[in-house]
């Protein structure tokens, strides 16, 4: 696969633009790859902060993670491997190489750290990854998003968690082993330890819309995808927001259809994500406990005039699953009219670029061309302090967030944190490389 040639316009033209259009089996040989233009550096717009190169080289990285300063693990989705950065420069071993399906949006998906306080290893970390296990690396097909041949089919999407010793990680144990089929599409990914020191992760609906954590009131018990779950350090139940059975009670949201980002907002301790649509109305949303995002009968805003998206089912949206009114549907705090691939979110809790980007969202984007956007929060932060063209809380076009994008020509942003130093670093999918955001 390449990597440093954008191939993001095949994501422009695709049908349902979404993640798996950027990670689908494409080739260096494939025309449409080879006549995309060269990259062009990443830039910011705000002219007192400036861009640095971390590291580069790596292979359709997805997430990180940091260990301590100047030290990062980060995945990589196809290869399987977990890869070590120490000031800038990769390890030539990975610390851990793990068998992925890697079709669409299969692979080496999430990473978490936290901290042993067992007294045996005071000092050591506890690894939490979140990916497609297969029997052997990229042996699984799948004809389009929703349809894979039952040949190599992958083990399942896996929480497993590892204590890293001595540079490797060891001793694994299976957390979670949740539904990698019927498609390769909408496995999320996002793991993250929560304020409550609980376990959260995101998982779509894996191309299965029969679900009834879809809202359809006649459908199939809940099933393990289309929400954010939530589960002990050691994988056990919390206590259940929507009921006590499993699986709906390791639910802590549901209705998604799928997402690549949440994390928590370090005022409030609310959880936000951001949520991608099919081909219309993204969303970022404030997720409370029991949450229902509305899929896959409502994907962005209801009712809104001149919106593209609006319900996927014909009816209006007043009788969604609430399993016994446990669950609420919310609007979403913010939506893109036309998909831009939104991915990650982040909270900078952190005054290294003064008073003005401290506590504030960044969000991370496919389209136009890799953006990096910012948001400020409203007075209470319930929601985002949105104005002008964007007080409706939909973006109709490109153009109407030229104020809110700090940045662009990443390429595709598959993650964002913060460093132990206090600043922003961003992963670029396709160009393999790892930026952090500085003050001039």
């Not at 002990?232 to 259940?240: A, V």
Request: net charge negative; glycine share 10%.
């Amino acid at each position: 696969m390449l990597f440093f040639i954008f191939f993001c316009a095949l994501i422009l033209f695709s049908n349902a633009v979404n993640y798996h259009a950027f990670v689908h089996g494409i080739k260096e040989s494939d025309p449409l790859v080879a006549e995309q233009p060269q990259p062009t550096k990443p830039t910011l717009t705000d002219h007192n902060l400036k861009l640095e190169l971390v590291s580069q080289g790596l292979k359709l990285p997805t997430q990180m993670a940091f260990v301590g300063p100047n030290d990062i693990l980060v995945l990589e989705k196809n290869t399987g491997m977990v890869k070590r950065i120490v000031n800038g420069a990769v390890q030539e071993k990975p610390i851990l190489d793990v068998n992925v399906a890697t079709a669409y949006e299969r692979g080496l998906l999430g990473i978490a750290i936290a901290k042993n306080h067992n007294e045996t290893a005071p000092n050591s970390n506890i690894v939490y990854l979140y990916y497609t296990e297969s029997q052997q690396d990229g042996k699984d097909h799948c004809t389009d998003s929703a349809t894979c041949s039952k040949q190599y089919r992958p083990l399942g999407n896996r929480l497993y968690r590892y204590d890293l010793v001595n540079k490797k990680l060891e001793n694994p144990k299976l957390l979670l082993d949740l539904p990698a089929t019927p498609g390769g599409a909408h496995n999320g990914g996002s793991v993250l330890i929560g304020t409550d020191d609980k376990i959260y992760l995101t998982i779509g609906e894996v191309s299965n819309r029969k679900t009834q954590i879809s809202n359809h009131q006649k459908g199939p018990p809940p099933d393990w995808r289309g929400g954010i779950l939530r589960v002990t350090q050691d994988g056990l139940p919390t206590d259940g927001i929507l009921g006590d059975s499993l699986p709906l009670r390791i639910y802590y949201a549901y209705g998604i259809r799928n997402s690549f980002g949440i994390d928590f907002d370090p005022v409030t301790g609310e959880l936000w994500d951001t949520e991608n649509g099919p081909g219309f109305g993204d969303e970022i949303n404030l997720v409370e406990p029991g949450f229902n995002s509305g899929w896959s009968r409502v994907q962005g805003m209801w009712e809104r005039e001149n919106y593209y998206g609006g319900p996927v089912a014909p009816d209006k949206p007043d009788n969604l699953v609430d399993f016994g009114g446990k669950g609420k549907y919310s609007t979403p705090e913010f939506v893109w009219n036309q998909t831009v691939g939104v991915t990650a979110i982040k909270f900078l809790n952190s005054d290294k670029y003064g008073k003005g980007y401290k506590n504030d969202i960044f969000v991370g984007s496919v389209k136009p061309n890799g953006d990096l956007y910012h948001f400020d929060l409203n007075t209470n932060r319930s929601g985002l302090d949105l104005s002008g063209q964007l007080k409706d809380k939909i973006a109709y076009k490109y153009e109407d967030l030229k104020n809110e994008v700090l940045g662009n020509n990443f390429g595709v942003i598959s993650d964002i944190t913060v460093g132990p130093d206090g600043y922003l670093y961003i992963i670029s999918f396709t160009k393999g490389d790892i930026y952090r955001i500085i003050p001039r």
